[in-house]
């Protein structure tokens, strides 16, 4: 069972940039598809980045589109979200999942029930 432990979250101001790190605890992430969900009070849980670990195919939600990137670092083990140019709105919790890459697509790498493992959390303020 893959563990997912997740950090890098905190306050920032507007245009701003964070790094969030994913790290696999018990595990590794071969074989598997990796991704970053974020869910702000009173709304859904949504996808915003996603990353095939063995291939390093990318796939973006909306929100991420040109100011966020995903990327491996296969020596950590681990998961990264670079993060740029922050808004208000990208305030939320942002969560890492794993899911196994043979039941995955690049379409349905934007489902949360294509993942099976989930870390606990991340909490994004972008405040002034």
């Known amino acids: 069972q893959v563990q997912l432990v997740e950090s890098g979250g905190g306050l920032v101001q507007p245009g701003d940039s964070l790094n969030l790190s994913c790290a696999a605890s018990?595990?590794?992430?071969?074989?598997?598809?990796l991704g970053w969900f974020r869910q702000a009070p009173g709304k859904e849980r949504e996808f915003v980045a996603g990353i095939r670990w063995n291939f390093g195919t990318a796939r973006y939600g909306d929100s991420a589109m040109g100011r966020f990137t995903i990327s491996r670092d296969p020596a950590k083990n681990a998961v990264s979200l670079q993060m740029n140019n922050l808004k208000p709105e990208d305030t939320a919790v942002y969560y890492c999942?794993?899911?196994?890459?043979?039941?995955?697509?690049?379409?349905?790498?934007?489902?949360?029930?294509?993942?099976?493992?989930w870390g606990q959390g991340t909490q994004v303020t972008v405040s002034s």
């Open positions: 999942a794993a899911g196994l890459a043979a039941l995955t697509t690049i379409h349905t790498m934007d489902v949360k029930a294509s993942y099976r493992y």
């Open positions: 018990g595990g590794t992430f071969n074989g598997y598809v």
